[in-house]
T-cell receptor
Framework: QKEVEQDPGPLSVPEGAIVSLNCTYSNSAFQYFMWYRQYSRKGPELLMYTYSSGNKEDGRFTAQVDKSSKYISLFIRDSQPSDSATYLCAMRGGFKTIFGAGTRLFVKA | NAGVTQTPKFQVLKTGQSMTLQCAQDMNHEYMSWYRQDPGMGLRLIHYSVGAGITDQGEVPNGYNVSRSTTEDFPLRLLSAAPSQTSVYFC????????????????FGEGSRLTVL
């Protein structure tokens, strides 16, 4: 079983939709939970991070962490075509950052 | 400020050949790492380093060697390339301290696309 599970999609939504992306994990040692965004043929870039259970908002993006269920989510409100990318969840415990498979998101105009 | 620079961007090898993927960063980051990205598998950690002279294995280290003689450079060596090593390789660095505290935000290079025939 992989330490981090993420549905690779693809996920296709119309412009303006609310997008929900999710990951589950098995390692209780993970302390930091992150979402990276990767555009085609580019390296990933950090989008959001959280340290503890709860919600964190940044503009149209909300990250949720539920440590008791080992479940994290990213919500994108009012999605735009420019949000079309691969979204990777990532978790860090100690010196290692472990990534999910990434979900490909397409936002149609 | 170039960030993380990877060379080459593209490479084709024959089975059994060796090569080195170069990675350099100009942000004075202590932490550097190598990942490979394959369809449906996401990014998998190959090796990482928390400072010059210190390296350790990640999730998929077999077939790869690393060394860290300077803060700036972290080359990845393929000793005898196999078709299973066909992948996109990403180098990443972080301000991460040796103590392991902090989010460890990773700054990635643009990737090196390797094909092994």
């Amino acid at each position: 079983q992989k330490e981090v599970e993420q549905d690779p999609g693809p996920l296709s939504v119309p412009e303006g939709a609310i997008v929900s992306l999710n990951c589950t994990y098995s390692n209780s040692a993970f302390q930091y939970f992150m979402w990276y965004r990767q555009y085609s043929r580019k390296g990933p870039e950090l989008l959001m991070y959280t340290y503890s259970s709860g919600n964190k908002e940044d503009g149209r993006f909300t990250a949720q962490v539920d440590k008791s269920s080992k479940y994290i989510s990213l919500f994108i409100r009012d999605s735009q075509p420019s949000d079309s990318a691969t979204y990777l969840c990532a978790m860090r415990g100690g010196f290692k950052t472990i990534f999910g498979a990434g979900t490909r998101l397409f936002v149609k105009a | 400020n170039a960030g993380v620079t990877q060379t080459p961007k593209f490479q084709v090898l024959k089975t059994g050949q060796s090569m080195t993927l170069q990675c350099a960063q100009d942000m004075n980051h202590e932490y550097m790492s190598w990942y490979r990205q394959d369809p449906g598998m996401g990014l998998r950690l190959i090796h990482y380093s928390v400072g010059a002279g210190i390296t350790d294995q990640g999730e998929v280290p077999n077939g790869y060697n690393v060394s860290r003689s300077t803060t700036e450079d972290f080359p990845l060596r393929l000793l005898s390339a196999a078709p299973s090593q066909t992948s996109v390789y990403f180098c990443a660095s972080s301000r991460e301290t040796s103590g392991g505290a902090g989010t460890g935000e990773l700054f990635f290079g643009e990737g090196s696309r390797l094909t092994v025939l």
